[in-house]
């Protein structure tokens, strides 16, 4: 790495005398590199997109109970073209082949080898096998692409701990990148607004800490005070950490500000990425919005009172944070998925390279969670109208 502040500027011509895009700004400072961007690297008019409608769409409201998908929280496309998909809501992984036809399905809810009480993600894992968590019972199971049970082994950082898990998956060798979210002390505590720190933890292919990455700002909470009865919940419009690892490294941004960390499995700082973008400000019209969102999800009274009362004490922020989610693609690009303001249903992904370098936006269909990015692909949960969960499959078509 160059000592000092080295400077460099890029530019690229658009193709057929399109406008001119100035590329990032990259300099080192203290062995660290830092790449400023500005501008779209891919040519207007120019990049990538998803086709307009899916390869493959897995789920139904009525029929076969194996389509009948329920609170899915992960799914993956196998080299060869087959999908498997976590299902918690009977503690399965369901398989299907390249078709989108139901060939098996592995596990059930319980507690025994292979079963899951809260399955909570799914990963590919080393080996060309998948890893399963269930976060109840801060254990990870393996199964090889088949679904046969192999092994498995608890996350002892999170018992030891008494925190959440709030990110788990492998880098390329099979160790993990482990996420806890701290809980702060709700002992003596005046209503306001609260925020602990989430941990990252270097951990074996057995789960037991091998290093700290980092210690970082975790998600905004508010806490409201009721005689000697505490309740919260996240901070409306708040921060919220977000994490993705790939290869060797782990990308972190606490959302304070569009800055994102690519850091080393032992927690050296490689780069900072930054996107010259100024936080959302949040409006009124957003916090009301933001209530009446929250508020419909409940139909049972007594929660749905809890949360009224403390959005009658609960003091939004004055920008709404950086950034949503992060992911990663098979070629090692980083996906930043845009803060969209209250009632916006269009996601919106912000592209950038393995070097930090911002190549340009693309859209995913209102209601499409994205759980993997491949080369010429994008899989992910999509809910319709009648709230019907489905796995879907779309083309990444690159111009």
């Not at 002892?156 to 482990?178: C, H, I, K, M, Q």
């Not at 998600?219 to 950490?241: N, S």
Request: hydrophobic share 40%; charged share 25%; with cysteine.
């Amino acid at each position: 790495m160059i000592s000092g502040l080295l400077a460099t500027s890029i530019f690229l011509m658009g193709c057929g005398g399109g406008a001119v895009r100035s590329g990032p700004l990259v300099r080192d400072s203290a062995g660290v590199e830092i790449v400023e961007n500005s501008d779209y690297l891919w040519p207007e008019g120019q990049g990538w997109r998803l086709a307009e409608a899916p390869l493959l769409d897995i789920g139904s409201l009525e029929g076969d109970p194996e389509y009948q998908l329920f609170q899915i929280v992960g799914a993956l496309r196998l080299d060869d073209g087959r999908l498997v998909v976590a299902n918690a809501g009977s503690g399965e992984l369901r398989l299907f082949d390249r078709a989108g036809t139901f060939r098996a399905a592995v596990g059930r809810k319980g507690g025994g080898p292979g079963e899951f009480e809260d399955l909570l993600w799914l990963e590919p894992f080393s080996g060309d096998s998948l890893f399963a968590f269930d976060w109840s019972q801060a254990r990870a199971s393996i199964f090889d692409t088949d679904g046969r049970f192999v092994r498995s082994f608890l996350l002892r950082p999170l018992t030891e701990s008494g925190g959440f898990p709030s990110y788990a998956a492998p880098f390329r060798d099979g160790t993990l990148a482990l996420g806890i979210e701290l809980m702060f002390d709700t002992d003596h505590m005046s209503t306001g607004v609260r925020r602990d720190s989430v941990v990252y933890l270097h951990c074996s292919t057995e789960g037991a800490t091998l290093d700290t990455i980092g210690r970082f700002p975790g998600a905004q909470a508010f806490v409201k005070t009721e005689g000697d009865r505490v309740i919260g919940g996240p901070l409306g419009l708040g921060r919220q950490p977000q994490a993705a690892a790939f290869g060797d490294v782990l990308y972190f941004g606490s959302s304070d500000s569009y800055e994102i960390r690519a850091l080393s499995m032992d927690g050296s700082l490689r780069r900072l990425i930054r996107r010259d973008k100024p936080n959302l400000p949040v409006t009124a019209e957003d916090i009301e919005r933001y209530k009446a969102e929250e508020l419909a999800e409940w139909q049972d009274p007594v929660p749905r009172q809890a949360l009224e009362r403390m959005f009658d004490f609960m003091p939004f922020p004055e920008t709404m944070p950086a950034y949503g989610e992060f992911q990663v693609d098979r070629e090692g690009n980083l996906w930043v998925e845009e803060f969209r303001r209250p009632g916006d249903d269009q996601p919106r992904w912000t592209v950038f390279s393995s070097e930090g370098v911002m190549l340009g936006a693309v859209e995913t269909p209102p209601r499409f969670e994205v759980y993997q990015i491949g080369s010429d692909f994008v899989l992910g949960r999509w809910r319709d109208e009648l709230d019907v969960e489905h796995v879907q499959l779309y083309e990444l078509v690159k111009d």
